[in-house]
């Protein structure tokens, strides 16, 4: 099994979800669980930093986009925060998700983003 870690915290009114390792068939289901749980304790707005994300699959892809969309249903907001490995960016790049997700270079930037207005718990 490929080696992943999810750890989850309160900055600045956000949930800061950091992701590290691998995310693939064989873990994300674990991570998903994992997310979740980061979620549910530290609320809707995300910032889902990458830097530490080694490996992207297309399960992995999806279990992103469904966190980003879902926050952004649910009156939250989301971004993805950087800096993002190559092989990572590659999979958002090739797939154009890139063009439709908010990535910020680094997790300072992301968490100095303007919280929306509202305040969805």
């Known amino acids: ?3 992943y870690e999810v750890t989850g915290s309160a900055q600045h009114g956000r949930a800061v979800i950091t992701l590290t390792g ?20 530290h609320g809707e707005h995300l910032v889902l930093d990458l830097r530490g994300l080694r490996f992207l ?13 879902a926050a952004e249903g649910r009156g939250g907001s989301a971004v993805l925060a950087g800096p993002i490995q190559d092989e990572v ?7 154009h998700v890139d063009e439709r997700l908010t990535i910020r270079p680094n997790l300072d930037t992301a968490l100095a983003d303007p919280l929306p207005t509202g305040d969805p718990t």
Do not use: I, K, P
């Open 1 to 3: 099994m490929a080696e």
């Open 22 to 41: 691998d995310l693939a068939l064989d873990t994300v289901q674990q991570v998903e669980q994992d997310m979740r749980d980061a979620r549910r304790r």
């Open 57 to 69: 699959d297309s399960t992995g892809l999806s279990l992103l986009l469904r966190f980003y969309l």
């Open 89 to 95: 960016l590659r999979v958002l790049q090739v797939t």
